[in-house]
């Protein structure tokens, strides 16, 4: 069970979500279509692997939850 329309069940919505709070962060702006892959090119090199790893351990835990929910919505 992984939904699609539950992004929280998904830990690529999380990578996703810290790509682009780094890609963005300080409210920079790119000038031009390079400079934006250039920013997330680096970003993507300097991401931590560990936080991508910890996102992937969770998804079980999510899921189940999302399961109780779902079982209490349909009592």
């Known amino acids: 069970m992984n ?8 830990p690529i919505e999380d990578c996703w979500g810290n790509l682009k709070a780094k890609v963005y962060e300080g409210d ?13 090119c680096t970003c993507l090199s300097n991401m931590d692997p560990k ?11 999510r899921l ?9 919505y349909l009592k």
């Open 64 to 72: 189940d939850i999302i399961r109780r929910h779902v079982v209490q």
């Open 51 to 61: 936080v991508v790893q910890n996102d992937v351990k969770t998804v079980r835990s």
């Open 28 to 40: 920079w702006k790119a000038i031009n279509l390079k400079q934006l892959e250039n920013k997330i």
């Open 3 to 10: 939904p699609a329309n539950v992004p929280k069940a998904r």
